[in-house]
């Protein structure tokens, strides 16, 4: 076999090894997410954005500010989620939680400092997490398609219209200075990077397609939320497989 044989041989199966991944990539996509081909293309433009700016910042955040000062921005912000998470409570009922969760506020933000300090943590008072999104799909409100928007993340039509309901309802949105509160906003955001690199190695190491891993990962997950860990089985998980042989009725004894 002469070299020109060769390289073509080799370039065929190349190519046919790329056409296999492509049209794997190209899957149809799913019920949940209608909008596959669009979601990748903006996961790529957040991967652009997010490698070459927002990590390395988030990154030089870690390395450059002290561990004890890190642990007070993010329970200065925190203390915010737990605000949300006593309203969250209160719409869905459950008001012994609700309280456990005012009183988390009350005490952090007098006696901890504005929630620098987590005091109610220290002494034992339990820290629950719900959001809106949370909320509507216990309103039984569906889920609606999936989203990925770069710099934000995975979201679906239910969660991301809980998102600007907050954003709307934040504390943060009534400082009257614009410098200071967009400030803030921006500390906000890299801390919350700064919390999820260390997440990252487990998407790396994982996933083949991370895309789909993410996506999958964030849907079952407040799937598990909205249901208390309890989730009833998916429509598809109560259909047989294709080709699938129907298992036999029992026998009468």
């Known amino acids: 076999m002469n070299r020109t044989d060769s390289l073509f041989r080799r370039s065929a199966l190349l190519l046919a090894a790329a056409t296999a991944l492509l049209a794997g990539c190209a899957a149809a996509p799913s019920r949940d997410d209608p909008f596959e081909p669009w979601n990748r293309a903006m996961y790529e433009v957040h991967q652009v954005v997010d ?39 209160v719409l869905e009922g459950r008001g012994d939680q609700a309280g456990d969760d005012f009183g988390r506020v009350l005490l952090n933000s007098t006696f901890g400092l504005g929630g620098i300090l987590d005091l109610a943590s220290m002494m034992g008072i339990n820290k629950d997490k719900k959001d809106f999104g949370i909320t509507f799909g216990k309103w ?22 809980g998102t600007v309901v907050r954003f ?11 410098a200071v509160r967009n400030t803030i906003y921006g500390v906000g955001y890299v801390d ?25 990962a964030y849907l079952k997950n407040r799937r598990y939320q909205v249901y208390e860990g309890k989730p009833p089985p998916e429509e598809d998980d109560q259909e047989p497989a294709p080709g699938a042989v129907p298992a036999a009725p029992p026998q009468p004894k």
């Open 51 to 89: 490698g070459n700016v927002v990590k390395p910042i988030a990154e030089a955040y870690v390395k450059a500010t002290p561990e004890p000062i890190r642990t007070g921005v993010s329970n200065f912000f925190g203390n915010i989620d737990d605000l949300f998470t006593g309203i969250n409570n």
């Open 168 to 178: 709307f309802l934040s504390p943060l949105g009534y400082i009257p200075d614009v």
């Open 192 to 216: 919350g990077r700064a919390q999820a690199l260390s997440a990252e190695s487990v998407l790396d190491t994982a996933a083949l397609d991370r895309y789909r891993f993410l996506r999958n």
């Open 140 to 161: 039984g409100a569906p889920q609606g398609p999936y989203f990925f928007v770069p710099l934000f993340g995975p979201t679906t039509v239910r969660d991301g219209t």
